[in-house]
């Protein structure tokens, strides 16, 4: 088993920066990513990293979003700048575990974005 937990979301005016941070306990992981749901929309990927720090990112947030890793810590981060409303959403985290890669999702964090 992998338990995730995200924190680090709130509200913050258009043009604002948070960053979301994501703690993984109960085994290793392995490559990890956030994505955000809004509400009558499925849920949309953000951003991933693998093990070795190759990232990935959705168009929307290229340029803005940054994540990154500590694998000493098995914690996962998304640095948000010059944050827009449309970003705003449920940011979730989700993990693969090393090795047996069953994947997990955290309970998901709020990110509100005013204009």
């Known amino acids: 088993q992998v338990q995730l937990v995200e924190s680090g979301g709130g509200l913050v005016q258009a043009g604002g920066s948070l960053r979301l941070s994501c703690a993984a306990s109960?085994?290793?992981?392995?490559?990890a990513g956030w994505y955000r749901q809004t509400p009558g929309k499925q849920r949309e990927l953000v951003a991933t990293i693998t093990r070795g720090s190759v990232t990935n990112y959705a168009e929307a947030v290229k340029g803005r979003f940054t994540i990154s890793r500590d694998n000493t810590k098995d914690t996962i981060y998304l640095q948000m700048n010059s944050l827009k409303p449309e970003d705003t959403g449920v940011y979730y985290c989700?993990?693969?575990?090393?090795?047996?890669?069953?994947?997990?999702w955290g309970q998901g964090t709020q990110v509100t974005v005013s204009s």
């Open positions: 989700k993990a693969v575990r090393r090795w047996v890669r069953n994947e997990y």
């Open positions: 109960g085994n290793p992981i392995d490559v």
